[in-house]
């Protein structure tokens, strides 16, 4: 499994995609990163007040840290759904950009996955405390969590993590390889694009994680044939 070959089957599942994934990618961004500035303005009185505390530390007012803190929680749910959306690209499933965001027509689905957000932090922390490279390592092992919950809704999310954890064993390095590899691209995007490229380079991103879980899962697949 070469990361090469895992990013030009990427890159062959954007190509009649990637106006759409790039969209969605402007949509995500307004409504993670957009929202909650718009609220950070709102609450502390206009934007003269919010640069004010910008550039305070500890003075962002206690109310906005709570309503950012609740409402990064409630954004959970959509970014297991934007990963599910390319991991059915991966598939040639032809996902519709509406799809999305029902999942939070399922509430019961939801609130599952934001305990498995929760959860996987859990246990990633803790390990952070006895040294950063466990919390780094488990964070690599729990990584395939998002898309086998999207595989095998009957899971638990206890059974989602163990189960990634037994995916990613051998294959952990690889993993942080394939993440360190789009580096250049983000640089590229940040520094000469003014942010514009990453309308391109996450969908890439994400559609190469996509691709990376489907080859643990033939290669899972193939094992338990024997």
């Given amino acids: 499994m070469r990361i090469s070959d ?13 106006a759409v994934a ?3 990618t402007f949509l995500s961004a307004l409504i993670v990163v957009g929202a909650p500035y ?3 303005i709102t609450l502390c009185g206009g934007v003269s007040n919010w640069l004010n505390n910008w550039f305070l530390p500890n003075q962002t ?15 959970t749910p959509l970014t297991f759904s934007i990963y599910w959306f390319y991991l059915s690209l991966s598939r040639s499933e032809n996902p519709q950009l509406y799809g999305v965001f029902a999942v939070y027509t399922d509430m019961d689905k939801s609130l599952k996955l934001i305990w498995a957000s929760i959860l996987v932090e ?9 040294l950063i490279v466990p919390g780094i390592i488990k964070s690599l092992a729990y990584s ?3 898309f086998i919950l999207r595989d095998h809704p009957e899971y638990s999310v206890s059974e989602a993590i163990t189960e990634s954890r037994k995916m990613m064993d051998g294959y952990k390095w690889k993993y942080f390889l394939l993440n360190l590899s789009f580096i250049g691209w983000i640089f590229l ?17 994400i ?11 033939q290669k899972k697949d193939s094992a338990s044939d024997f």
């Fill in 144 to 146: 395939q969590t998002i």
């Fill in 38 to 40: 718009f609220f950070e």
């Fill in 61 to 75: 007012p206690s109310s906005v840290q709570f309503i950012e803190l609740v409402y990064s929680i409630v954004l």
């Fill in 122 to 130: 859990i246990y990633v922390i803790l390990w952070s405390l006895l």
């Fill in 189 to 205: 995007s940040v520094f000469f694009t003014a942010f514009i490229g990453l309308l391109w380079v996450i969908p890439y991103i």
């Fill in 207 to 217: 559609a190469s994680f996509a691709e990376f879980y489907n080859e643990l899962n």
């Fill in 22 to 24: 790039a969209l969605l």
């Fill in 6 to 18: 895992i990013k030009k089957k990427a890159r062959k599942s954007l190509k009649d995609y990637w």
